[in-house]
């Protein structure tokens, strides 16, 4: 029988690695600071209780990991649009490749906390629940910062007007909520 910590670990780890990537924007760095996140998981396993949220768990381990690896190497992150595009999209028609890159260059646009909110949400598959304990703040500021980036993307991509009101009718989904908030909804709690 295998180890049930080890076998979340090995699960949690494809999902991390794009994480990295995402955050670190480099492929050597991301490999580095997924083994360190591992190793420091592995070590502190006697602190996590099984049966609890062991994705926010995770990615908390990653996050403060590549803070403090900025912190130690005193460099500023590279920008998004150096990451290699295999991370980003796959091969497809011509169109897919031009929009992918517009995306990656909206993406870069983002306010860092709306960026990272977008990918732990939309590309990593988080709950909101998971990502507001990962990056240790409330739900309602996740909420916040998912809503802003996705208007500013619609913005940026589709040419779209960002809604300034709290008349939009607009629903926004993500892959893993258990709801879905509207912009009313979300803009009265604010």
Not at 3 to 21: I, N, S
Not at 95 to 109: F, G, H, K, P
Not at 150 to 167: C, Q
Not at 181 to 190: L, P
Request: charged residues 25%.
């Amino acid at each position: 029988m295998a180890d049930p910590f080890q076998e979340l670990l090995l699960t949690h780890l494809p999902r991390l690695q794009a994480y990295a990537v995402m955050l670190t924007r480099d492929r050597a760095a991301a490999a580095d600071l997924l083994q360190e996140t591992a190793l420091k998981a592995w070590r502190a396993q006697s602190q996590f209780a099984m049966g609890t949220n062991f994705t926010a768990w995770i990615y908390k381990i990653l996050r403060n990991e590549y803070v403090s690896s900025l912190r130690r190497n005193k460099r500023k992150p590279s920008r998004i649009d150096e990451v290699p595009e295999e991370f980003l999209s796959r091969a497809g028609a011509q169109e897919n490749d031009i929009l992918s890159r517009e995306v990656v260059q909206a993406m870069n646009q983002l306010q860092p906390e709306q960026r990272e909110v977008l990918v732990l949400i939309c590309a990593g598959g988080l709950s909101y629940e998971e990502a507001a304990a990962s990056l240790g703040c409330s739900i309602g500021t996740i909420k916040s910062h998912l809503w802003r980036a996705l208007a500013r993307m619609a913005a940026l991509v589709m040419g779209e007007d960002a809604p300034t009101d709290s008349s939009s009718a607009e629903i926004y989904e993500t892959p893993r909520s258990s709801r879905s908030i509207g912009h009313a909804e979300h803009m009265s709690g604010i």
